[in-house]
């Protein structure tokens, strides 16, 4: 009977979540050639985005100015105070929803750039799957759906910078914590279901591996915010997450989880 390693602690759990993005970045150096390619839908979609928020930014007070006639009669301070933290919820809220629009529009558009990537970091760690049952219709729906609940976590990191005084730090935070568990969930998803797990046995094994999930997404997104980053660490990304999907499979199978409703589809079909 095999023996189940030790809790490790989730603050190391985290930190092993960015770990696994940095041995995606890795993958440069291993497969230059292949990684390049996921530079071109990356690059493509980061620009439209990217035109988006500059105007936003460039039109933002005149929102704010529109949607808070109410404070008119106002003090300074007290307006003042209103109209930031509007402002800081409505921007929040928008690059929330730009970097999950990133992720969603680029798998969308490059798919058969990262389906490249994806074998090529699999045949190179072994014992890769037969192919990633991944089709074009799959992709729009995930698509669409990743975008959908970058819009609820949008709305949420929104409504929470309006809390006075300490709203804007803790919509900035809730915001990485959401956006970074959503990239760690679709990023995942293509090595998960390639070896059978539907979307329920996925959401079962993330969810036990919360800290590791989320150190890994944070950082995504982290480097997704630095000019130029999400172009850059978008291939990486997509090499992380593999390396990230088997090293939980891995740790599952060493714990002997026998958990039947986070098994892979054939599985629980007895195969």
Known sequence: MTTPPPATH???SFFRGIGDLGRGFGFWGRLPGRMALGLIPAAIVG???LAGIITLIVFLRDIVTAVTGFADGWSDVAASLVRFGIGAGILGGAIVLAVVSFTALTLLV???FYERIWRSVEEHLGDAPV???YGFWRSIGDSIGLILRGLLAAIVAGLIGLIPLVGTVLGAVVAAFLTG???A???TSRALAAR???AAARRALRKGNR???????VATQLCFLIPLGAVVAMPAAVAGSTVLSRTLLDARAVTGQTDHSAAPIGRRNGA
């Open 181 to 183: 568990w959503l990239l």
């Open 47 to 49: 620009l439209l985005l």
């Open 196 to 198: 059978g797990w539907d």
């Open 110 to 112: 490059g798919d058969p």
């Open 185 to 187: 969930d679709e990023l």
């Open 211 to 217: 800290a590791r999930v989320l150190g890994f997404g």
């Open 131 to 133: 192919e990633s049952d």
């Open 10 to 12: 989730p603050v190391a």
